[in-house]
Nanobody, 124 residues
Framework: QVQLVESGGGSVQAGGSLRLACVAS????????MGWFRQAPGKEREGVAAIRRDGGMSYYADSMKGRFTISHDNAQNTVYLQMNSLKPDDTAMYYC?????????????????WGRGAQVTVSS
């Protein structure tokens, strides 16, 4: 069974940076994509960024473009999310996802595997 474990969350002030990491283990991750989603209290889970593992093409939700960067290390089965210029609105639990089934990239139900999340809190 594939397991995804996130790390790197924490608390920062607005304008600061954090780097999240997600390590996949326990089996072969199906599909070519790995991604990051986030969910703030009382809100739906939303897509943040995704990356193709076979070529590195990356995709970003509009509000994250220019501030967040997704990258991957296939040898380490790890995907990263570098977050810069953080804002209080970025406060959320950030989830790693894998096993994209196809269709809409930012639709959570199209992803098979999920980590337990890493909390990111940005204060003003």
């Amino acid at each position: 069974q594939v397991q995804l474990v996130e790390s790197g969350g924490g608390s920062v002030q607005a304008g600061g940076s954090l780097r999240l990491a997600c390590v996949a283990s326990g089996g072969t991750v199906s599909g070519n994509y790995m991604g990051w989603f986030r969910q703030a209290p009382g809100k739906e889970r939303e897509g943040v960024a995704a990356i193709r593992r076979d070529g590195g093409m990356s995709y970003y939700a509009d509000s994250m473009k220019g501030r967040f960067t997704i990258s991957h290390d296939n040898a380490q089965n790890t995907v990263y999310l570098q977050m810069n210029s953080l804002k209080p609105d970025d406060t959320a639990m950030y989830y790693c996802a894998a096993g994209f089934l196809g269709g809409q990239l930012w639709l959570p139900r199209m992803w098979t595997y999920w980590g337990r999340g890493a909390q990111v809190t940005v204060s003003s």
